[in-house]
């Protein structure tokens, strides 16, 4: 599971109370693209070795490992910047999503949505219900970061009601 970081501002007041949850992405754009290219290179030079020693049909293996590679630091880098952030906005519960290149907005009435939490530890899963809909929250958390966030939130919400 990914490690994540969980950021709380509030000012005490429930409508200044804002949390965000992020991955927390341990290698910038640039090192990966180093990365890959020392990688990419490293892997063409030993293909290359063996085709020099007559194993020829090993460097389009090569080719294909270098392009699953990249494609999946494409699909990292694409989510590197995903986030959920909960909010306390003009008397509404209000949570952003963002997953890849697509944001949505959830509002929610304080007063009416409940925070379920199901599973076994550590397979843990926390959703806010309201009104027959539900959204997951918590995605990128541990188990420990999914009670911290529960935690957060029921105080949040018990101020609402």
């Given at each position: 599971m990914d490690d994540a970081r969980i950021d709380v501002k509030t000012t005490g007041?429930?409508?200044?109370?804002?949390?965000?949850?992020k991955r927390n992405c341990l290698m910038s754009p640039q090192a990966l693209g180093w990365l890959l290219a020392f990688t990419a290179g490293l892997s063409f030079a030993i293909g290359v070795a063996f085709a020099l020693f007559g194993a020829w049909p090993i460097l389009p293996f090569v080719g294909?490992?270098?392009?699953?590679?990249?494609?999946?630091?494409?699909?990292?880098?694409?989510?590197?910047?995903?986030?959920?952030?909960?909010?306390?906005?003009?008397?509404?519960?209000?949570v952003e999503v963002r997953d890849g290149d697509r944001t949505e907005e959830h509002g929610f009435n304080p007063h009416w949505v409940r925070l379920v939490v199901s599973g076994a530890r550590p397979k843990v899963?926390?959703?806010?219900r309201s009104h027959g809909r539900a959204l997951e929250i918590g995605r990128h958390l541990d188990a420990a970061g999914r009670d911290l966030l529960a935690t957060a939130l029921r105080g949040q919400l018990a101020e609402a009601e």
């Open positions: 007041a429930r409508s200044g109370f804002s949390l965000t949850v294909l490992e270098v392009a699953a590679l990249a494609a999946a630091f494409y699909v990292n880098g694409r989510h590197a910047t995903d986030y959920e952030r909960i909010a306390f906005a003009d008397g509404a519960l209000v899963r926390l959703a806010l």
